[in-house]
């Protein structure tokens, strides 16, 4: 899997980082959303410069321009419901992409720690032979990536996979390498230091979910 973290370097993406990490900000969930989405917009330039592109000539006012532009299909597909805000940044970079959405959520069936990845509703595109391109906020254990991932390669074959998360833990990036196809790509904009006992991402930034939408049932 080739791994890309985007905060190695310091950019304005560090900056949204930190805001959506901050509690004294982070609870204005509009700021959160867009700050999410802010971040989304950043990871899908930079990824553009993997795509391929092709040669065509564009008629101005004034005359011909040669240029390039984009010559992929992509699918994006974003795990609900807390992938909603950077599927929308995506979107806004890549206005021509088909959607998908599925839902995965953490089942705990003896009301313990212990749970497994319920994998429910889907309205997806045809990935076959596309770049897909599979948004979620949190990479924590990432159990709820390969169990989508599983889910979608039973519609087809993506010529090329992108997996995109916000904040990663290394527990769960060794867990995508050892269940993923080797030619993944992983874009990630943090690594944090791992997971608490309960399995969520320390230092984090809490439910991203639940900062976006507000707390679930």
């Known amino acids: 899997m080739q791994i890309h973290n985007l905060s190695d370097n310091n950019s304005i993406l560090n900056h949204f980082l930190a805001q959506i990490r901050d509690v004294k900000i982070h609870h204005d969930s509009m700021r959160f959303r867009r700050n999410i989405e802010r971040i989304g917009e950043i990871m899908a330039y930079e990824l553009s410069k993997t795509l391929r592109y092709k040669n065509v000539e564009i008629q101005t006012p004034l005359g011909i321009k040669e240029t390039t532009v984009i010559n992929e299909q992509l699918v994006l597909c974003s795990i609900l419901r807390a992938g909603l805000t950077l599927h929308q940044g995506f979107l806004n970079y890549f206005d021509n992409a088909e959607n998908g959405f599925i839902s995965a ?32 906020p949190m990479l924590a254990t990432g159990q709820s990536i390969v169990a989508v991932f599983n889910e979608l390669v039973h519609r087809g074959t993506p010529k090329e996979i992108h997996i995109v998360v916000v904040i990663a833990t290394p527990e769960g990036v060794a867990h995508l390498e050892k269940h993923l196809p080797e030619n993944c790509h992983l874009w990630i904009a943090a690594l944090d230091a791992g997971l608490d006992s309960k399995n969520y991402i320390v230092p984090g930034l809490g439910d991203a979910g639940d900062l976006a939408y507000g707390k679930k049932l």
């Open 105 to 136: 959520f953490r089942h705990h069936p003896n009301n313990d720690d212990n749970f497994e990845i319920k994998v429910e509703y889907q309205a997806v595109a045809d990935i076959n032979n596309k770049n897909l391109l599979l948004l979620d």
